[in-house]
C-alpha cells in the first residue's frame, strides 16, 4: 500500500508540480480541484502513480468531506496533507478601493479552507495513530508565498491570507506535535505559473534589478522539491519551520 498524499489545487502550477514529484516518488495522490476533471492529464499522470481526482473548492467544507472520504475509501490512509490551492484576487486593487467581496473570496480560499481541511484531515491522521505511537504518522505542508511577509499595496487581501497561512502553519504544528504530526510552511517567491503570466515584464525587470539573490524567476518543481524533502520523513524533530523557495528575496540586503 503506498503512502497517500492529498493535494489541494494539485492539477496545474505549483500543484501540478508537487503532484508529478510525489507520484515520482512513490506516493499515491488525491487532487481536489475546481475545474472538471481533466481526463487526458489524469491519464497521463496515472503512468506516474495512484492517483484520483476530485471536482470541489477547498472554501466548501462539504467538498473537504468528499474528498477525505473518497481518499479513505480508496486507499484507508493519508499521510500527507499539501494545502495549495490558492487565488488572487480577480482585481489588483489599491487598498484605499479594495472590495469587501474581494476580501472574503481570497481569504475563504486561501486561509479559511485550508485552516478547516487541515483540521479534517488531522482527526483522520490521528486515528491512525494507534498502530505507531512513537514515530511521525503525518505531514501537512502549507504553500504560502513571499507575500506573507512582503508587502503588495495593490492586493492586501492576498498578503493577509498568506500571513495567515504562516500563523495557521504554527498554531497547527504546536497542536499537532503531540498526535505525532509536523507541519511545515513552503514559502515561494515569483514562480512561473498561470497566475504570474499577466505580470511577466514587470517581474524581469524586477530580476533584471537584484530582486533576488538568483536572478531568475521559480518554476513549479523548485517548490515541489521542497514539498518532496519536507515529506521524506528525515527531519522527525523540526516542525513549524518555514522553507522559502525564492532565490533568496528574503534575505535583507544594504
Same mark, same amino acid.
Not at 508587502?151 to 502553519?169: D, F, L, P
Given at each position: 500500500?503506498?503512502?497517500?498524499?492529498? @493535494?489541494?489545487?494539485?492539477?496545474? *502550477?505549483?500543484?501540478?508540480?508537487?503532484?508529478?514529484? +510525489?507520484?515520482?516518488?512513490?506516493?499515491?495522490?488525491?487532487?481536489?480541484?475546481?475545474?472538471?476533471?481533466? !481526463?487526458?492529464?489524469?491519464?497521463?499522470?496515472?503512468?506516474?502513480?495512484?492517483?484520483?481526482?476530485? =471536482?470541489? %473548492?477547498? /472554501?466548501?467544507?462539504?467538498?473537504?468531506?468528499?474528498?477525505?472520504?473518497?481518499?479513505?475509501?480508496?486507499?484507508?490512509?493519508?499521510?500527507?496533507?499539501?494545502?495549495?490551492? $490558492?487565488? #488572487?484576487? /480577480?482585481?489588483?486593487?489599491?487598498?484605499?478601493? /479594495?472590495?469587501?467581496?474581494?476580501?472574503?473570496?481570497?481569504?475563504?480560499?486561501?486561509? =479559511? *479552507?485550508?485552516?478547516? +481541511?487541515?483540521?479534517?484531515? #488531522?482527526?483522520?491522521?490521528?486515528?491512525?495513530?494507534?498502530?505507531?505511537?512513537?514515530?511521525?504518522? $503525518?505531514?501537512?505542508?502549507? @504553500?504560502?508565498?513571499?507575500?506573507?511577509?512582503? @508587502? %503588495?499595496?495593490? =492586493?492586501?487581501?492576498?498578503?493577509?491570507?498568506?500571513?495567515?497561512?504562516?500563523?495557521?502553519?504554527?498554531?497547527?504544528?504546536?497542536?499537532?506535535?503531540?498526535?505525532?504530526?509536523?507541519?511545515?510552511?513552503?514559502?515561494?517567491?515569483?514562480? #512561473?505559473?498561470?497566475? !504570474?503570466?499577466?505580470?511577466?515584464?514587470?517581474?524581469?525587470?524586477?530580476?533584471?534589478?537584484? +530582486?533576488?539573490?538568483?536572478?531568475?524567476?521559480?518554476?513549479?518543481?523548485?517548490? #515541489?522539491? /521542497?514539498?518532496?524533502?519536507?515529506?521524506?520523513?528525515?527531519?522527525?524533530?523540526?516542525?513549524?519551520?518555514?522553507?522559502?523557495?525564492?532565490?533568496?528575496?528574503?534575505?535583507?540586503?544594504?
Amino acid at each position: 500500500m503506498p503512502k497517500v498524499a492529498l @493535494v489541494t489545487g494539485g492539477n496545474r *502550477g505549483i500543484g501540478l508540480g508537487i503532484t508529478k514529484e +510525489l507520484l515520482g516518488e512513490g506516493y499515491a495522490v488525491a487532487i481536489l480541484a475546481t475545474r472538471e476533471e481533466p !481526463t487526458e492529464l489524469i491519464a497521463e499522470l496515472s503512468e506516474l502513480g495512484e492517483v484520483s481526482y476530485v =471536482r470541489g %473548492s477547498v /472554501a466548501e467544507l462539504a467538498d473537504h468531506r468528499r474528498y477525505v472520504d473518497a481518499a479513505l475509501e480508496r486507499w484507508g490512509r493519508i499521510d500527507l496533507l499539501v494545502n495549495n490551492a $490558492g487565488v #488572487a484576487p /480577480a482585481e489588483r486593487n489599491d487598498l484605499l478601493v /479594495a472590495t469587501p467581496e474581494s476580501f472574503d473570496r481570497v481569504l475563504e480560499i486561501n486561509l =479559511r *479552507g485550508p485552516y478547516f +481541511l487541515t483540521q479534517l484531515v #488531522a482527526n483522520a491522521m490521528i486515528e491512525r495513530r494507534a498502530q505507531d505511537p512513537d514515530g511521525v504518522v $503525518g505531514t501537512i505542508i502549507n @504553500v504560502s508565498s513571499i507575500s506573507a511577509q512582503a @508587502v %503588495s499595496v495593490n =492586493r492586501g487581501e492576498y498578503c493577509i491570507s498568506k500571513a495567515g497561512v504562516g500563523m495557521a502553519t504554527q498554531l497547527w504544528a504546536v497542536r499537532l506535535a503531540p498526535e505525532g504530526i509536523v507541519v511545515y510552511e513552503v514559502r515561494p517567491g515569483v514562480i #512561473a505559473t498561470d497566475m !504570474t503570466a499577466g505580470v511577466k515584464e514587470k517581474y524581469d525587470a524586477q530580476f533584471a534589478g537584484g +530582486l533576488a539573490p538568483i536572478p531568475r524567476w521559480g518554476t513549479p518543481l523548485d517548490v #515541489a522539491g /521542497a514539498v518532496v524533502q519536507l515529506s521524506a520523513g528525515r527531519m522527525p524533530y523540526s516542525t513549524g519551520d518555514v522553507i522559502n523557495v525564492g532565490g533568496g528575496m528574503q534575505i535583507p540586503r544594504l
